[in-house]
């Protein structure tokens, strides 16, 4: 009786231990969803001196009516609703016109009008610009694209006149003729006209899907000073040094922003980017807008504004590079010139690790390098079956809703990932599991990036370090500090790789729309980054007892055999 009881106790055991690796690190992977997530929307009864999404929805509503191109008809009736909105605010539209070749139709010269319009400040050293593109493409009413950031300015406006006076002007500049490739209107604007040269800081709204956070997607120099005061003045920042750094390396973007970066003004873009299949098309409506994507833009917008609107602006100072992440509540931000010797010591920590385990086990630096050789091909084997598997949903299914390319993403995931460790236990490689494989890949990606690209170090560097350390941290799976040692690694891996695979797979989605930007073999990168992860976070917890313990060996001779 007493046998069959302990017996009983010890299964419950088994599948309690079985169970916490997947409890905490959903535990993690939820953490790092909320720091992704926008807040919540705020209605329309707010003080008049918040930003209100409630408010800014009923711009969308009429403005986003039905398409309208550049030099159409529809925008001058646009146009009528932005200076008659302006007016009632007690401001003063102005307008910039200019001539260009109609892109959308015969070529014929056609009006590009940009309205402007300035909120004075009470001594100002330079203005803050918001602005935002009110043209759309013939296919779209531009519901998203961009009568959100056309409906978030007006909104903020309204809010900065209700509360206290700021310091700086603040100039709002509705751009036209943002959707042909040479944007004629922002081009304009900083060629020709008399307040360019006003402008100290410039905040540029866009998206190109219909949700998610407002997030940082570019920015100008001197990044860090600015990044650093962007994340002081709102209340929820979406910023990550890997996401500016990636629209770094691919240059122009293809937005109004670029000739203000251009032309050397320091300065902010944002965009909602989740769900962009709907992306320049008619599912593009109103109907088709988060509330709280806008609410986060509009945060970010009217916090830009109230704590820059303070600033001495004649002053801005240089700054080097930096990098950063949100980890919502709290803003991570740190010199790039730390990334190097945080994964150096990672490196360390790892060579100590093997020596210790070499004099236990009578290990050769071989076996660590086959070890890491078979988790490299676990991993491209994994995150190739992954693509073909999206590649291949995308071509049935081109119109995905975010929930269902969401569905998608963990069913590609789920069998990349079965498939590559079916073919893992079939390679003629004994031995193979000996040794820290997935960590040793993790090091080499950290000083990689360290060295080559700052921007996306700690995706690797801050998650190889925590893994070094847990190599060093000697446990055993049916040891209850096993745990504390698998949270360890899978905290920083879940939460920093979460709003890189969220960001990726975006910009794998298909955009039926707009062919030229669908690409979605990017989301390769995606599946890459969460197979990274997930072997990382199953071999540290599979691995007690520095890597490997006498019981994995075992188990490793038994696979290999």
């Known amino acids: 009786m007493r046998s069959g009881s302990a017996d009983q106790s010890s299964r419950w055991r088994s599948i309690a231990q079985a169970a916490v690796p997947w409890v905490v690190g959903a535990a993690f992977v939820a953490v790092g969803l909320y720091s992704v997530a926008p807040p919540a929307a705020v209605p329309s009864d707010a003080p008049a001196a918040e930003f209100s999404a409630a408010r800014a929805i009923s711009h969308i509503e009429v403005i986003a009516r039905e398409p309208h191109p550049m030099g159409s008809r529809a925008i001058a009736t646009v146009r009528d609703y932005l200076v008659t909105e302006l007016e009632e605010l007690g401001l003063e539209p102005e307008f910039q016109t200019i001539s260009a070749p109609s892109y959308f139709e015969s070529g014929d010269p056609v009006d590009v009008v940009n309205v402007i319009a300035t909120i004075p400040g009470t001594a100002s050293t330079g203005a803050i610009a918001l602005m935002a593109h009110y043209d759309t493409v013939p296919t779209t009413p531009g519901a998203n694209d961009d009568t959100s950031g056309v409906a978030t300015i007006l909104e903020a406006a309204r809010a900065i006149l209700a509360g206290s006076h700021l310091r700086n002007d603040v100039i709002l500049l509705f751009t036209d003729g943002e959707e042909p490739a040479p944007r004629p209107g922002s081009r304009a604007f900083v060629r020709e006209s008399p307040v360019f040269g006003d402008i100290a800081i410039v905040v540029n709204l866009e998206t190109n899907g219909g949700s998610g956070p407002s997030t940082l997607v570019e920015t100008s120099e001197p990044a860090a000073w600015l990044v650093e005061n962007y994340a002081a003045g709102v209340s929820n920042p979406a910023a990550y040094s890997f996401i500016t750094t990636t629209s770094a390396l691919i ?35 109103p109907g088709s807008v ?88 676990v991993t491209l084997a994994a995150t190739l079956i992954a693509t073909l598997v999206w590649l291949l949903v995308t071509a049935i299914r081109s119109t995905p809703s975010v929930l269902e390319s969401s ?74 500090s096993a745990v504390l040692r698998f949270a360890l690694v899978a905290a920083p891996t879940a939460v920093l790789l ?56 075992r188990e490793a001779e038994t696979i290999g055999s």
Not at 350 to 368: I, T
Not at 519 to 528: E, G, K, Q, R, Y
Not at 538 to 547: D, F, L
């Open 290 to 377: 988060s509330w709280d994507s806008v609410q986060h833009h509009g945060s970010n917008a009217l916090g830009i504004v109230r704590h820059f609107g303070a600033l001495d602006l004649g002053a801005i100072p240089e700054s080097g590079e930096s990098v950063y992440f949100a980890l919502r509540p709290f803003f991570v931000q740190y010199p790039a010139s730390w990334s190097i010797p945080v994964a150096l010591l990672g490196a360390v920590l790892l060579l100590m690790g093997f020596v210790r385990e070499s004099r236990r086990h009578d290990r050769q630096m071989g076996s660590v390098i086959l070890s890491g050789a078979t988790a490299l091909l």
């Open 407 to 480: 569905l998608y993403f963990m069913i590609a995931f789920g069998l990349g990932g079965s498939l590559a460790l079916w073919l893992s236990r079939r390679m003629p490689i004994k031995r193979r599991m000996r040794g820290p494989g997935f960590l040793l890949v993790w090091i080499a990606l950290a000083l990689f990036t360290a060295i080559a690209a700052p921007g996306f170090s700690p995706l690797f560097t801050l998650p190889a370090l925590a893994g070094a350390v847990a190599y060093n941290w000697h446990t055993r799976p049916t040891d209850w």
């Open 251 to 285: 240059g122009d973007v293809g937005t109004d922003f670029g000739p203000f970066r251009n032309a050397g003004v320091p300065g902010f873009h944002f965009a909602y980017m989740r769900g962009s299949p709907i992306y320049h098309s008619p599912a593009d409506n």
């Open 498 to 553: 979460i709003p890189a695979i969220d960001f990726f797979f975006q910009f794998g989605q298909p955009r039926p729309g707009n062919p030229d930007s669908s690409v979605p073999s990017v989301a390769a990168v995606a599946f890459l980054l969460a197979v990274l992860g997930g072997g990382l976070m199953v071999s540290t917890w599979r691995g007690a007892g520095a890597g490997i313990d006498a019981s994995n060996l």
